[in-house]
């Protein structure tokens, strides 16, 4: 299903950052297998092609060396259902997208790869080929390692060359979530969602040198979130650009 896009507004929400430290040796990832590529796709309960789109997301989830997260988007909640877990914000990082994507409109299910190619999030042939064209680029260029310290989540970046200015963002997400769409095109079909982003949260900057953040637990602790994920994002006018880095919390 296809929107036209309108403007985009820079609406990020800031996390509590206890401590910054841009000084440290250069690390590398705590998972066996580093994350190669991140995966996003927009999506609505409300949008009944969409449900082409579910079985590709929860193949994705299980795949070493890939981040899939489902992010609702809420401008079909005119169609007779509102959306239980679409945020406005993903509206506007979807409609941000559009000039790195090459995609003017917005629609749904669309799947984003490290914030610079676009498929359709049910065509798991294109989504296949984009993410075999980055695994032979070397995947991801920036490691970065998140865990849980106590009441904290700790993040380490490692150093990496920086093409330009990029932002540290936490994102809370619920695991799976099951939901029956009592309306609208989706009526009668109970809809497993998987890796849903509860909200964006950006916790600093980062400049090519490695850095250390240290976050409150209860920065996540929202929309029913039971973890989380860390993505290194380019930015560029206000707008998210090209993903550099990420990893996945407890669970995921």
């Not at 610079?116 to 064209?133: P, Y």
Request: positive net charge; glycine residues 12%.
């Amino acid at each position: 299903m296809m929107l036209p896009a309108h403007r985009y507004a820079a609406r990020p929400v800031l996390a509590a950052v206890l401590a910054v430290a841009l000084a440290g040796p250069r690390i590398q990832p705590a998972a066996a297998e580093p994350l190669k590529a991140v995966v996003e796709v927009f999506t609505s309960q409300g949008c009944l092609v969409c449900r082409a789109a579910d079985p590709v997301i929860g193949e994705l989830a299980g795949r070493p060396g890939i981040l899939a997260l489902t992010l609702p988007v809420t401008y079909w909640d005119y169609l007779g259902w509102k959306d239980t877990l679409a945020q406005r914000p993903f509206n506007e990082r979807q409609h941000a997208y559009a000039g790195l994507t090459g995609v003017r409109q917005a629609f749904t299910p669309q799947a984003v790869v490290n914030g610079g190619s676009s498929a359709v999030g049910s065509d798991r042939s294109e989504i296949d080929r984009i993410l075999q064209e980055i695994a032979g680029q070397g995947g991801l260029p920036v490691p970065v390692r998140g865990e849980e310290r106590g009441d904290r989540i700790v993040v380490d970046v490692g150093g990496a060359s920086a093409p330009g200015r990029a932002e540290v963002w936490l994102v809370p997400v619920l695991r799976r979530r099951p939901v029956t769409v009592e309306r609208g095109e989706s009526r009668g079909r109970t809809v497993t969602y998987l890796n849903v982003a509860r909200g964006l949260q950006r916790v600093g900057a980062w400049t090519g040198q490695p850095a250390h953040f240290e976050v409150p637990r209860s920065a996540v602790r929202i929309g029913d979130a039971d973890s989380w994920v860390v993505l290194v994002q380019g930015v560029s006018n206000g707008k998210p650009g090209k993903i550099w880095g990420a990893a996945k919390g407890p669970g995921l």
